[in-house]
């Protein structure tokens, strides 16, 4: 099983970017999966996740999280068993590194918990500049 996180670079401030990741090994429909980032010097922080069961997205209840929800939007792509991020309006304070995340057994009230996912992609860097 295999993540594949891309998409990330550098970027001026006001632009946008899209991350993508790939699976090879798993089905992500079938899979809770989640997107997180990780700022220098900081823990691991949830940023959404999409619910294996309703398919609905759900973001963090943090600060970070509830700054980007008109920013950033969850998709997916079945047919590519690929989910993305696309992130508008970047501002250098969402310089991380950006990991996707997938978990068979991720429930409702501990989706925003890095140790309920199985799975994790390698991140990809977004910096933005000012």
């Known amino acids: 099983v295999q993540l594949q996180a891309s998409g990330g670079g550098l970027v001026q401030a006001g632009g946008s970017l899209r991350l993508s990741c790939g699976a090879t090994g798993l089905t992500l429909d079938y899979y809770a999966v989640g997107w997180f980032r990780q700022a220098p010097g900081k823990e691991r922080e949830a940023i959404v996740c999409?619910?294996?069961?309703?398919?609905?997205?759900?973001?963090?209840?943090?600060n970070y999280a509830n700054s980007v929800k008109d920013r950033f939007t969850f998709s997916g792509d079945n047919a590519k068993n690929t989910v993305h991020l696309q992130m508008n309006s970047l501002k250098p304070e969402d310089t991380a590194i950006y990991y996707c995340?997938?978990?068979?057994?991720?429930?409702?009230?501990?989706?925003?918990?890095?140790?309920?996912?199985?799975?994790w992609g390698q991140g990809t860097q977004v910096t933005v500049s000012s």
């Open positions: 995340a997938a978990g068979s057994r991720v429930i409702l009230s501990e989706y925003a918990r890095p140790r309920g996912y199985d799975y």
């Open positions: 999409r619910s294996s069961t309703d398919r609905k997205t759900y973001y963090a209840n943090t």
